[in-house]
């Protein structure tokens, strides 16, 4: 069956630096992938989504990697901000019905000034 | 653009009872997804629906069903509560076509404490 894990530590960066994360998924080949931000108690919020025919993307200061051989996803935050702390899903169609998402756990990200 | 509104923000229920949950998706949204999430966990597809009709589920029993209303507004029903029902529901609205790719678009959630 499909898996996605994500690092279940959570990743503590100096302000500043670059944060990080890692989606890796096993069992099949995506059409796409998608990367959330969580704010405790709070719904997730949509940043970047990036097809399988894509190997980057960017968005201001992110930037997402999608390596189909790898089966994996980087997630990048440059110039990291105390603000960027919070929690980050990766979701992935499921195989049997695109239109149904399978999370990633999270991964915790706290930002120190 | 109105965003997902959700409510109740908070309830409490007790074992055995029955309780449901409301969304307002996102404006000119078509489509409504339901997630359970504990702590500490990822969201958990609970169901889909697009144009009222269920559009895919989760692994989550039949007293978890659900209503998609013509206006894309939506409820969850869950009956004969069980304390592992305690958790953060989402509700998500997106566009669905043949180009779209699913962004969700999330409520606030709504906090279910059964005791």
């Known amino acids: 069956s499909q898996k996605i894990e994500q690092n279940s530590e959570a990743l503590n960066i100096q302000e500043g630096k670059t944060a990080t994360l890692t989606c890796n998924y096993t069992?099949?080949?995506?059409?796409?992938l998608q990367w959330y931000r969580q704010d405790p108690g709070r719904g997730p919020v949509f940043l970047l989504l990036?097809?399988?025919n894509e190997k980057e993307k960017r968005k201001e200061r992110l930037k997402v990697t999608f390596d189909t051989t790898l089966k994996q996803s980087l997630f990048h935050i440059t110039a990291s901000q105390p603000a960027d702390s919070a929690t980050y899903l990766c979701?992935?169609?499921?195989?049997?019905?695109?239109?149904?998402?399978?999370w990633g756990l999270g991964t915790s990200l706290a930002v120190n000034p | 653009e109105t965003g997902v509104t959700q409510s109740p923000t908070h309830l409490i229920k007790t074992r055995g009872q029955q309780v449901t949950l409301r969304c307002s998706s996102q404006?000119?949204?078509?489509?409504v997804s339901w997630y359970q999430q504990a702590l500490g966990q990822g969201p958990q597809f609970i169901f889909q629906?697009?144009?009222?009709?269920?559009?895919g589920r989760g692994n989550f029993p039949p007293r978890f069903s659900g209503l998609q209303f013509p206006n894309y507004s939506s409820e969850l029903n869950v009956n004969a509560l069980e304390l592992d029902d305690s958790a953060l529901y989402l509700c998500?609205?997106?566009?669905?076509?043949?180009?779209?790719?699913?962004?969700?678009?999330f409520g606030p959630g709504t906090r279910l404490t059964v005791l």
């Open positions: 998500a609205s997106s566009w669905t076509s043949g180009l779209s790719y699913n962004e969700q678009f």
């Open positions: 404006s000119g949204h078509n489509t």
């Open positions: 629906y697009y144009r009222e009709e269920e559009n």
């Open positions: 069992n099949y080949s995506p059409a796409y």
């Open positions: 990036i097809r399988e």
């Open positions: 979701a992935l169609p499921n195989a049997g019905n695109n239109r149904k998402l399978i």
